[in-house]
């Protein structure tokens, strides 16, 4: 494998994922760049996990998404336990659909119906937390090498940082955006009630609270009637 362009094409990757205008946007970068850069890949998903869901993320192709549901239906399989970090282990490869592996024997067999041949999958997580799992796929047995892993897993840790970086963005505007919706708000119970703004934003909480609805919902619906809804 020539590593040195290899290097070349993963820092270009790595500059795009942090111009992704969103999270979306971010991930279909991370699966399609998996494709591209990994030999052997044909395509390429994440699968995040919490509590007990999972969601398919950013498939390269449906086949992705069917062996996810593969698993999800099972209960087993590579992306699960590297998601589920079940075993300590970061990184999973199945080197050969057709000889079978013991850990996951009715995802494999199940698989290799679909057209699978092989698969490795990574743990995308940074210092302070995991993402779920970025996985790889190929219809023919053998594609993946110990070449293939160790790109994999320089891949897997650029998306990662990306990932992170790219979810905390999105949260600041969001939270940006709440900031503006509620000072909006608050301004239009002053005016009509003729209260402080202290009085305004507690009476924003107060309906929040009492009625379990975020309060940026709450500062939505005062924007758009005008005044607080009925409890």
């Not at 002053?190 to 309060?215: C, D, P």
């Amino acid at each position: 494998m020539d590593w040195q362009g290899f290097a070349e094409r993963i820092g270009v990757m790595a500059h795009d994922l942090l111009e992704q205008p969103s999270v979306d946007a971010t991930l279909g970068r991370i699966t399609g760049s998996a494709a591209e850069l990994v030999a052997g890949c044909d395509a390429a998903g994440i699968l995040v996990l919490s509590g007990t869901q999972s969601v398919s993320l950013a498939p390269t192709e449906p086949l992705v998404a069917e062996l996810d549901q593969l698993q999800r239906t099972l209960d087993q399989g590579p992306c699960f336990d590297a998601a589920r970090r079940s075993t300590g282990e970061r990184v999973f490869r199945i080197a050969d659909f057709t000889v079978g592996e013991p850990r996951w024997s009715d995802f494999v067999a199940e698989a290799l119906k679909l057209g699978l041949g092989s698969m490795m999958g990574f743990l995308l997580f940074t210092e302070d937390e995991d993402f779920g799992a970025l996985n790889f796929y190929s219809r023919r047995p053998g594609a993946f090498t110990e070449e293939s892993e160790r790109a994999g897993v320089l891949l897997a840790s650029h998306a990662a940082v990306a990932l992170s970086a790219a979810r905390t963005h999105a949260q600041m505007e969001q939270a940006v955006s709440t900031r503006h919706q509620v000072g909006q708000a608050m301004g239009i119970l002053m005016a009509r009630h003729n209260i402080t703004e202290n009085e305004a934003f507690n009476r924003l909480r107060g309906y929040s609270q009492n009625n379990n609805v975020k309060l940026r919902d709450v500062a939505l619906l005062v924007c758009e009637q005008g005044a607080l809804p009925r409890s």
